[in-house]
């Protein structure tokens, strides 16, 4: 906790941009419903200082289309943002959105009902074998240090996971897979393996781990559920290839 209102306290003293008018953001009642808004609004915010708000009368209308760039599509609808080309910080929010960390952070939003949000994928993550990069290729090594002991995390350690854990393409096909990743220390048998840097209370001293413990920081557990959320249940049955 302490670390994110470090981050938020840095952010309102780097960026002036915190003074200025909110930009308004109308979208169609179903995106609005789905609540999507509230979790990618805030998230980008967080990054760069510029606040976007939902508004029916925003300057941004997230649309049907034809106009406007497509950005997102769930249960086969598409999604295009219309902004002014010329204020800067609408083309932000733009570019963000259509960028790998904009994308991810679309379809890691878990509606309380329907279908998630599928961002468009670029070529080279479509592509077949599989093509990870950044904080995804992180993450996809770390998953194979860390969880890899138990789970099979994809077809590098086919051989090596235990057969009673689920493989990671199984729990990756679950509707619910990312609050089960964000959540995985405290959900049966992690918590009495796992120390997650300044979130998990240390082992009781009657009770030390079991198992050479699982240590890692909140940034690598970003990173895993990068790559989860990046490769296709599918996907994680394919070679992957790191950049
Ligand atoms: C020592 C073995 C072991 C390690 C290491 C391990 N897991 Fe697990 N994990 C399990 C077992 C066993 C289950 C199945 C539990 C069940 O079905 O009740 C599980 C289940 C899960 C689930 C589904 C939980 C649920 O209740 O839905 C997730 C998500 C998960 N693991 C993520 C991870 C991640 C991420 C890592 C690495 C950072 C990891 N695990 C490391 C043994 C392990």
């Keep these: 906790m302490r670390f994110v209102f470090l981050c938020l306290s840095l952010t309102l003293f780097a960026s002036p941009s915190w003074s200025q008018e909110d930009l308004g953001l109308a979208a169609p009642p179903e995106v ?60 932000r929010f733009l570019d963000w959105l259509r960028s790998d960390i ?40 770390l998953s194979l240090i860390h969880c890899g002991r138990c789970h099979v995390v994809g077809p590098e350690n086919r051989m090596s996971g235990l057969g009673s854990t689920p493989s990671f393409a199984v729990l990756r096909a679950m509707p619910d897979w990312s609050e089960r990743f964000e959540t995985f220390y405290v959900l049966n048998p992690h918590p009495s393996f796992t120390q997650i840097e300044g979130i998990t209370a240390p082992f009781a001293p009657d009770l030390p781990s079991p198992i050479v413990p699982l240590a890692i920081t909140p940034e690598d557990l970003e990173a895993i559920l990068a790559f989860v959320a990046l490769v296709s249940a599918a996907d994680l049955g394919a070679p992957l290839q790191f950049q």
């Design 32 to 91: 609005t419903a789905s609540g999507l808004l509230e979790h990618i609004l805030p998230r980008f915010s967080l990054k760069t200082g510029v606040r976007v708000v939902a508004d029916p009368a925003g300057v941004m209308v997230l649309s049907h289309g034809p106009q406007g760039a497509p950005v997102f599509a769930r249960d086969g609808v598409g999604y295009n943002l219309n902004i002014s080309p010329d204020d800067p910080r609408q083309q």
């Design 102 to 141: 904009g994308k991810r952070t679309v379809e890691s939003f878990a509606p309380a009902s329907g279908a998630a949000f599928v961002a468009s994928i670029p070529e080279a993550i479509a592509d077949s074998p599989t093509q990870v990069d950044g904080d995804a290729a992180l993450g996809a090594r």
